[in-house]
T-cell receptor, first 111, second 112 residues
């Protein structure tokens, strides 16, 4: 089935650094979602984006809906140890309710 | 706040056995979902229920059946388990139709 490409697959960063990750698709999407998953738990919805160019923040997290509608970006500012986890993007095209999920970016923060 | 509750948390089955995974939400949401998560892959939708009494196939429905018992509960049944169904299963619910919002903590299922 169709999948989204998330980049990078994993990253190690120092505490206090800013983090950027992205998600790309071959299809045009109408909505983008970003989730975080901690070990042994279910994903938690962080941010939802509904319009091309939209920029939305949730605390230290900022996500953007790409102008081409084929990509989305997530930035984390001043990372802290509890930011560790897997970040997933999900997108949906028009005419369907079935979100496609990316394969995730695994973030590890070094104190 | 319980949110979305899944039972059991872990299960080991033998090939050919049957099993029902239970899910309940206490947020009065209409929409509920079942996903599976496999290593190196994104979450994949198995079944979706937009409201009580309605269900719809997702991306990978083969080998599964579902039951939307009432507004709170959405169960997933494996009639004859196969090793390819070894996975972590997540139930989710949402206010917005089609947009999974709240996930349970998952059921880790191994089929030998």
């Amino acid at each position: 089935g169709q999948q989204l490409n998330q980049s990078p697959q994993s990253m190690f960063i120092q505490e206090g650094e800013d983090v950027s990750m992205n998600c790309t698709s071959s299809s045009i999407f109408n909505t983008w979602l970003w989730y975080k998953q901690d070990p042994g738990e279910g994903p938690v919805l962080l941010i939802a984006l509904y319009k091309a160019g939209e920029l939305t923040s949730n605390g230290r997290l900022t996500a953007q809906f790409g102008i081409t509608r084929k990509d989305s970006f997530l930035n984390i500012s001043a990372s802290i140890p509890s930011d560790v986890g897997i970040y997933f993007c999900a997108g949906i095209t028009s005419g369907t309710y079935k979100y496609i999920f990316g394969t995730g970016t695994r973030l590890k923060v070094l104190a | 706040n319980a949110g979305v509750t899944q039972t059991p948390k872990f299960q080991v089955l033998k090939t050919g056995q049957s099993m029902t995974l239970q899910c309940a939400q206490d947020m009065n949401h209409n929409s509920m979902y079942w996903y599976r998560q496999d290593p190196g892959m994104g979450l994949r939708l198995i079944y979706y229920s937009a409201s009580e009494g309605t269900t719809d196939k997702g991306e990978v429905p083969n080998g599964y059946n579902v039951s939307r018992l009432n507004k709170r509960e959405f169960s997933l049944r494996l009639e004859s388990a196969a090793p390819s169904q070894t996975s972590v299963y997540f139930c989710a619910s949402s206010e917005i139709s089609g947009q999974p919002q709240h996930f349970g903590d998952g059921t880790r299922l191994s089929i030998l």
